[in-house]
């Protein structure tokens, strides 16, 4: 998980490209209000070429916001399809919430949107322990690790007639699937089997 | 081109069970080459056996102005090696510079060094994959100019990357929404015989501006520039590129129609 650091850090000052510093100025809120307010001064410590700092100098502000919300509205689109339960629960509150968490770190790779949603999850649990679906959160963190199997404990709340309370749950990774067991201890039951998942998707 | 373009579709996991039953609205399949990254040789097969494929990019950044990502790459060929697509295609975008992953499209400038770099990773991927490669347009807010114009850089980098354009008339749509231009004046700028490939779906409106949300049903005025693109260009296949609302099958199988409809008429 790719967190902030210095752009200096990734390459010399004086390789970076018009590309490193826009990246930055997208995914760095701090360092794309200081350049709203002030292009030229914005600019200075990155040892651009003066035709890289010309393409940067005539961006509209407005439209470098909107292009930087555009980035965190499609991770944010993208990790509700894994934790429709919490963004449920969340309310209004998701979108201001995961905004912040996308401030703090950037996932890579072609599981960027996974690991997205495990972190956020953690980000969430850190303010809302009570808000998480606790059978969610494990599939997503079960998905997110590289474990065969993982076993955890829950608490789900009762809702629609669904079953609710403490258990134990069973996720084995088999052949690209995810099956998954549910034993439920408030009340005498068998092991719950829920279908099995696919993992091509993620 | 021979024959009416094909109709095709984005495939999805959640689609997985009413492909199976062949459905007759569909002739073709795109597949996003990340969902395979870490498996599903056995479905891409059987998916190939049963559909001419296209393989689509959404990781590789083309526009970034540094080497190709290795690994992704080669990933990506792999994908490629068992899905033998009719072509491969990915955008006219960086995703990943300085460090960070955007996750998202992002656009470049129009500038003869983008155009080099562009067409350098195009070519690069064509060969790593040893079929042709479509280049996509995007829909952004932001326009980072340069020293020519949209069409102009597009039918230079198609001349100087050897490809031609997957045309995605939703962000062309959006884009002369959002930035007030005229979309089929835009269009006549194209060298038509560079556009064989279409993506389409519904658009959303929030806040007065347009948005791309791939989940909205075809809208006419959209639909409208669709048909004056195909009438335009010899264009070979359209992709519904539906990545919401994917319960909704017979919604889903009506806009094919409408699709199949528009090009036969």
Redesign the interface.
């Known amino acids: 998980m790719?967190l902030r650091?210095n752009?200096s850090?990734?390459?010399p000052a004086d390789s970076?490209?018009?590309?490193?510093?826009?990246?930055?100025l997208?995914?760095d809120r701090d360092l794309r209000e200081s350049f709203c307010r002030n292009a030229g001064a914005a600019l200075e410590p990155f040892a651009l070429q003066l035709?890289d700092k010309a393409?940067l100098v005539?961006?509209?502000p407005e439209?470098?916001r909107?292009?930087a919300q555009?980035?965190v509205e499609?991770?944010r689109?993208?990790v509700r399809r894994f934790l429709p339960v919490l963004f449920a629960r969340l309310g209004t509150e998701a979108e201001t919430l995961f905004a912040e968490h996308a401030t703090t770190c950037?996932?890579?790779?072609?599981?960027?949107?996974l690991l997205?949603a495990a972190h956020f999850l953690r980000f969430v649990r850190r303010r809302h322990p009570f808000v998480l679906d606790g059978v969610e959160s494990a599939r997503v963190t079960f998905l997110a690790d590289s474990k065969r199997v993982m076993s955890l404990s829950f608490f789900a709340r009762c809702s629609g007639g669904v079953d609710g309370g403490p258990g134990v749950q069973l996720l084995v990774r088999s052949r690209?699937r995810i099956r998954q067991w549910r034993l439920f201890l408030a009340w005498p039951r068998l092991p719950r089997r829920s279908p099995a998942f696919?993992?091509?998707?993620? | 081109m021979n024959g009416k373009p094909q109709i095709g579709l984005g495939y999805?996991?959640e689609l997985a069970p009413w492909l199976q039953t062949r459905p007759a609205a569909v002739d073709c399949l795109e597949i996003t080459a990340?969902?395979?990254?870490?498996?599903?040789e056995t479905?891409l097969r059987q998916l190939r056996d049963r559909y001419p494929l296209y393989l689509h990019g959404l990781?590789l950044s083309l526009?970034?102005?540094?080497p190709l990502d290795e690994a992704?790459l080669d990933?990506f060929a792999n994908v490629a090696r068992v899905a033998r697509p009719v072509c491969v295609s990915e955008h006219i975008a960086?995703t990943?510079?300085?460090?960070?992953?955007?996750?998202?499209l992002?656009p470049?400038?129009r500038?003869r060094?983008s155009l080099a770099t562009l067409a350098e990773h195009a070519r690069r991927v064509s060969g790593r994959c040893d079929c042709p490669i479509l280049l996509e347009n995007i829909a952004?807010?932001?326009?980072?100019?340069?020293e020519m114009d949209e069409t102009g850089f597009l039918n230079e980098l198609c001349e100087r990357a050897n490809c031609r354009l997957l045309l995605d008339v939703t962000n062309l749509f959006i884009n002369s929404r959002n930035h007030g231009f005229d979309a089929s004046g835009w269009l006549r700028r194209i060298d038509p015989a560079r556009i064989v490939q279409l993506h389409v779906v519904g658009y959303a409106v929030r806040d007065g501006r347009h948005h791309d949300?791939h989940g909205a049903r075809m809208q006419d005025d959209l639909l409208e520039l669709v048909r004056e693109v195909i009438e335009y260009a010899p264009v070979q296949s359209v992709i519904l590129e539906r990545d919401d609302r994917l319960d909704e099958l017979e919604e889903i199988g009506d806009e094919l129609v409408r699709l199949r409809s528009l090009v036969a008429s």
């Open positions: 790719k650091g752009i850090d990734v390459a970076l490209s018009w590309a490193d510093v826009l990246g930055r997208l995914s035709a393409v005539a961006l509209k439209h470098l909107r292009q555009l980035l499609k991770r689109s993208e950037w996932p890579e790779g072609h599981r960027r949107h997205d690209g696919d993992l091509s998707r993620v | 999805r996991r990340e969902h395979f990254f870490d498996g599903g479905t990781g526009g970034t102005p540094e992704t990933r960086f990943r510079a300085g460090g960070v992953d955007l996750g998202h992002n470049v400038p500038t060094g952004t807010p932001l326009d980072l100019g340069g949300t």
